[in-house]
């Protein structure tokens, strides 16, 4: 008898704001033992990563990681992003830019960026709000 094996997902899991990849140290293992491959990247200044924040101008420029790994896959492979807190901003941007690479995204307690305006709304309506 032929056992077949279930093919795990890939989940790509995006960290929040003052955090870095080592903030998913408990979950990506239990993932990983489940039979998924799961990568769990430093966004732009933070964790490994070497930039500096003084280079980091934009949310474009903060989600460069993310970016360049959705660039990196192949055309039919599909991952499931995981995004917390802030992550949920670098989400929307993959989700808007890379939607044939996306099987599913999860909001963990994050903002989530709606599909009527730009990612960066979010982020607006809450400045407005800490002003007034």
């Not at 492979?77 to 690479?101: R, W």
């Amino acid at each position: 008898m032929e056992v077949i094996k279930k093919q795990g997902k890939h989940f790509v899991l995006v960290h929040g704001a003052c955090h870095g990849g080592w903030s998913w140290y408990k979950l990506k293992p239990l993932l990983e033992a489940a039979g998924h491959k799961v990568t769990a990247l430093d966004l732009a200044a933070s964790g490994i990563d070497l930039r500096k924040i003084e280079e980091v101008r934009t949310l474009h420029d903060y989600t460069l990681p993310l970016i360049e790994l959705m660039e990196s896959l192949p055309q039919e492979e599909k991952v499931i992003l995981v995004g917390h807190s802030l992550g949920g901003m670098n989400l929307g941007l993959a989700m808007e830019k890379y939607p044939q690479k996306i099987y599913a995204a999860v909001f963990l307690a994050a903002f989530m960026p709606d599909s009527t305006h730009m990612s960066s709304y979010v982020l607006n309506q809450v400045s407005i709000v800490c002003i007034l």
